[in-house]
């Protein structure tokens, strides 16, 4: 048992973690016996901007403290109306993806000097979504 444990090791930690046999692996190396935890945590959102912004498009960037999925959710009031992307391919939840703790999610076809809502949310690998605040930023309008 301990051989297949050092050459598990030796792949990479997400190697193992993500089957069957590496979730008691991972119980005995972190000494819960293989028995499985629960995250009960939201992400936790942080350094959120709007940066790049030009006449059509933008790119919203945040951190999370976990590993989680990145959509943007924004529209000219606060009702939003559009995600960014429709279903994320980063979201661990659904077992495709590991998540990623810098996000970054461009936004196109905005209009021009139109001030836009937006928030961020993102999901860890147990389906808990954490959402940030409403925040703003305008597009630039042709004469700039």
Known sequence: MILLIVLLI????LTYFK???????????????GATTVDTTAPVITEISATDIGT??????????D????????????????DMPAQPDT????GNSLGVIEHTVDLTGLELGTTY??????????GLE??????TFITTSAEE
């Open 10 to 13: 030796g792949l990479g930690t």
């Open 130 to 135: 954490g959402v940030s605040p409403d925040k």
């Open 56 to 65: 059509t498009k933008a790119t919203i960037r945040w951190t999370t403290d």
């Open 19 to 33: 089957t069957p046999i590496g979730t008691i692996i991972k119980g005995l190396l972190s000494g819960t016996g």
């Open 91 to 94: 979201d661990p939840s659904t």
């Open 67 to 82: 590993l989680s999925s990145s959509q943007v959710q924004y529209g000219t009031t606060e009702a939003y109306g559009s």
């Open 117 to 126: 809502h937006y928030k961020v949310k993102s999901k860890n690998v147990d």
